[in-house]
């Protein structure tokens, strides 16, 4: 089992950053993949960034070049970087972990923090 923990959401002005982190704990292998997601209210689960142990990057044609995605496998962490923030980035957001094995692919989910953008 994996344990991720996620930090850093808030309350921000339009045009403002944050840093989100997801610490994971657990059952960790640096193979897998991380990401992070959001749900605003009323709307789906949504896919924000990935990345994958190979450093590799996807991201939301929302997101790009405003977020950026991160991690340190030495401290088990992910980090979202969210610079230019909008109203429209308020919801909640999970930290991810994507495991792949002979039985298919294991999602592992935060609990959720709350990012909101307004004046």
């Known amino acids: 089992q994996v344990q991720l923990v996620e930090s850093g959401g808030g309350l921000v002005q339009p045009g403002g950053s944050l840093r989100l982190s997801c610490a994971a704990s657990g059952s960790i292998f640096s193979s897998d993949t991380r990401g992070w997601y959001r749900q605003a209210p009323g709307k789906q689960r949504e896919l924000v960034a990935l990345i994958t142990s190979g450093g590799k990057t996807t991201y939301a044609d929302s997101v790009k070049g405003r977020f950026t995605i991160s991690r340190d496998n030495a401290k088990n962490t992910v980090y979202l970087q969210m610079n230019s923030l909008e109203p429209e980035d308020t919801a909640v957001y999970y930290c991810?972990?994507?495991?792949?094995?002979?039985?298919?692919?294991?999602?592992?989910w935060g609990q959720g923090t709350q990012v909101t953008v307004s004046s």
């Open positions: 991810n972990t994507k495991r792949s094995s002979r039985y298919g692919l294991t999602n592992y």
